[in-house]
């Protein structure tokens, strides 16, 4: 039986050498390491942030409506540079088709259903076989006092848009049937829908309250819809009684 020739020093060495090189180039080939802590860029961490609507809306106006129910309303977002488009709220009846005794209601937020199109490349408005995403649908808010709130891509600055329409909100100016224009309002959309918009930088503590800015007309292009607020427009205007839009932090890396 052969004796096992016992290591020199010299082979050790050479043995330590061959290890802790062939370690070093598993590390390289993303092999086996030692566990590692992940840096997320300060870009990445400020992705998102998360806006609070907070809304009172006036019932006693809205018990006047021929329906008596709270106004439709959507909210999207604007790209400065882009104009790219994003919608993150529209109440349920708009969004999903599911109207009074109709099957659509195109005057309810004409303005809307435009941005619609134009952001999903889609043709014609929501229905209840093709509702608009779960995810910007909300129920039509029925309290005086109401907070949404949404999650939406950071983006430094952004312009916010806003609908709203009271259904059947009459008034002298604006009729269900008018004779001596002969005109009837079968989408018994009332006063035209409204327009408010802010500029939005999504810093945590930020607030806006959105200006009126305009009134909708449905029979014109897109990008002239929104049009001065005609001085037949009354009670419309105070269907929201107050609105402010606050930034109340941000989700970092959350999934898009």
Known sequence: MKSIRPLTLRM???LYSVVILTGCEDNKSGGPAAPETRQVPAQQAAEWAVLEFDIHQDMNLISLATFSEPPQFAVWLEQPQT???KTIVATYRSATGDMIGKAECPGCLPLWFAVY???TGKTGLPTMDKPAPAAVTCATPLQEHFILRRRVKYAGSFILWMEMNLAGDFNESYREDNEQAETIDWDYSGQPPLVYRCEITAVPGNKY???LFGQVDMEKPFDQMIVPVSDGVTT???????IEIRVVGAEPNSPG
Do not use: M, Q, W
């Open 12 to 14: 050790v060495l050479l």
């Open 209 to 211: 309250i959105p200006d």
């Open 83 to 85: 104009h790219r488009l």
């Open 117 to 119: 199109e134009k952001e």
């Open 236 to 242: 419309a205007k105070d269907v929201f009684k107050s």
